[in-house]
């Protein structure tokens, strides 16, 4: 009976176990998307790597759906499964720091706040190249490849990867790097870069280069503009971006903020968010041109890029409401004047005020690495959109109308702005073609390393490699696949 292998295997971990009824069970099951609310059959917490191992071997033999849990901050909530095995690293979480090597290792259940924290206390200055939101942890971050403030300046998490461990479902732990000479390994290394989480394996340590910042402080911020002048910005910002150094990235913000007057109500803004890896007078200079477009505030601060990431990170958290996220990939001139349109439309249009979208802005140090070169395919973006429709969880009757608002927010954002793609890291279980929208080209050398690394196919789900789910284009009219996590094998 499954009670008592799951009683053995509880007695053969260094680890504990949560199953349905214990106390901490629920609060275990959370994560950032309060929407997803899947209960697996039981939760395995490692204290130590061989850990994962007996979990990985006990979800096989039983026959389980099996999914790994970092940070929780999936989308679709891809970490969680039902009546599954869910492994939560969140207790393998040691740091180390090589100086001499500018490189710190991390086992995979620390969050970017561990990093970004142990890193401030080398009194180094040295950074990771990790993500916006403290909360979000490196492996799902890095799998699907990674997009921090100064990448710009030093290329994409996965740039920086130098390598990482992890166990295949052969239940063998691999150190691959940059260091694999043996072509099996080179083929999964590269595949961890963008190919996505969960899908070859589960990573338990990763070793990242940090990198010395310009300048100790730098500049950051926000700049807010009345939605109505997004036409006259984004034609300024659309043609600036080219221009500016790779130390300079300006973000952008499409949503709500309070009126400065009468803050009980909310005007709608077009922000940039500038984080420029320098002094600040020399980025305030590169500046100017946005600023004079007279906005209605600005927040400009220098502060260390770890403070900043603390202090603006946790914004674009869903935090336990309930979400749906969808992304898209434009290339150079994407933010045209048709864009400016959708936005202003859209956004004047949003069934929920707690909505909103932002972008990330792409190029510089990024753009070097070629796009076969990782599993990372959309190499020459410029931005990287992502709407996140946030709504009331006690409202399940509202989520149909505020889904099909950011899909087809989106689906015009894609048309106009003339995209190349998606981000898997933002993923949409209602994304049409997803592979070719993910992994474009390199998804076929996905598909090869998966069938040799994985050949039964253990680490499935959805949106997994092979999957032959596909949502169809068009009006949504099916929310099911928002709440499938798991792999439905196609019929034969
Ligand atoms: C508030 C917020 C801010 C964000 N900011 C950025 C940003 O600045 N830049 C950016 O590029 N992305 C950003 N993202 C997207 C983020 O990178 C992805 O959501 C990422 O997948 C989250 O990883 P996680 O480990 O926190 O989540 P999880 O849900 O735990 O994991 C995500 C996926 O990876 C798998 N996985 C987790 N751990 C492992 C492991 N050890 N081995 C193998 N597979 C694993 C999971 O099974 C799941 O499929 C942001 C997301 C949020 C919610």
């Known amino acids: 009976m499954l009670s008592n292998a799951i009683r053995e295997l509880a007695s053969q971990l260094s680890g504990y176990i949560l199953q349905p009824g214990d106390p901490a069970y629920e609060k275990a099951i959370q994560i950032d998307n309060g929407r997803i609310q899947f209960r697996p059959r039981l939760i395995i917490f490692p204290a130590v790597v061989n850990d994962v191992k007996l979990g990985l071997k006990f979800a096989i033999a039983h026959h389980l759906p099996l999914s790994i849990k970092g940070g929780g901050h999936s989308a679709a909530g891809y970490c969680m499964n039902i009546d599954g095995v869910v492994i939560a690293m969140k207790d393998l979480n040691k740091i ?29 200055g040295l950074v990771p190249i990790g993500g916006g939101c403290p909360t979000v942890a490196p492996p799902g971050f890095m799998l ?16 920086n990867l130098i390598s990482l461990k992890i166990i ?59 939605l109505e002048k997004a036409e006259e910005v984004l034609g300024v910002y659309n ?28 005007v709608k803004v077009l922000g940039l968010t500038p984080v420029f890896n320098g002094e600040y007078a020399e980025g305030i200079d590169w500046l100017s041109g946005l600023l004079k477009l007279k906005p209605i505030s600005t927040s400009l601060f220098n502060m260390t890029l ?28 994407g933010m045209n004047n048709k864009v400016a349109k959708v936005i202003i439309d859209a956004m004047n249009d949003a069934p929920s005020p707690e909505s909103f979208a932002v972008w990330t802005h792409t190029g510089g140090e990024m753009e070097k690495v070629a796009p076969d070169a990782t599993a990372y395919v959309h190499r020459h973006s410029r931005f990287v959109p992502e709407i996140k429709a946030i ?41 049409h073609d997803w592979p070719k929208m993910y992994y474009g080209s ?40 928002l709440n499938r996590t798991q792999y439905d094998p196609p019929k034969k």
């Open 96 to 124: 180390t720091f090589d100086k001499k090597k500018q490189a710190v290792t991390a086992e995979m259940g620390v969050i970017w706040y561990d990093i970004y924290k142990f890193m401030q206390n080398t009194g180094t």
């Open 144 to 159: 699907g490849g990674g997009y921090s403030f100064v990448s710009r300046s030093y290329g994409m998490s996965i740039d």
């Open 168 to 226: 295949t479902p052969d239940g063998e732990l691999r150190h691959i790097g940059l260091h694999s000479t043996h072509k099996d390994d080179v083929d999964l290394f590269w595949a961890c870069r963008g190919g996505g989480g969960g899908n070859f394996g589960i990573v338990v340590e990763m070793e990242m280069k940090v990198q010395k910042p310009h300048a100790s402080t730098m500049l950051v911020g926000q700049i807010h503009y009345p």
């Open 239 to 266: 043609e600036w971006v080219e221009k500016v150094p790779n130390s300079m990235a300006v973000y952008g913000y499409m949503g709500n903020q309070k009126d400065l007057v009468d803050q009980t109500t909310n």
């Open 306 to 333: 770890p403070n900043w990431e603390f202090y603006n990170g946790n914004f674009t958290k869903v935090a336990g409401r309930a979400s749906y996220i969808r992304s898209t990939v434009l290339p150079k001139g």
């Open 391 to 431: 709504w009331d969880l006690q409202k399940p009757e509202d989520t149909l109308k505020n889904v099909q608002w950011a899909h087809s927010f989106f689906e015009s954002f894609a048309e106009a702005g003339k995209a190349t793609g998606a981000y898997v890291n933002y993923i949409d279980p209602l994304q």
């Open 442 to 481: 390199n998804y076929k050398r996905l598909q090869e390393i998966k069938k040799k690394v994985d050949p039964h196919n253990y680490f499935n789900f959805q949106q997994g490699i092979g999957s032959e789910f596909n949502p169809p284009k068009g009006q949504v009219t099916d929310l099911s696949p």
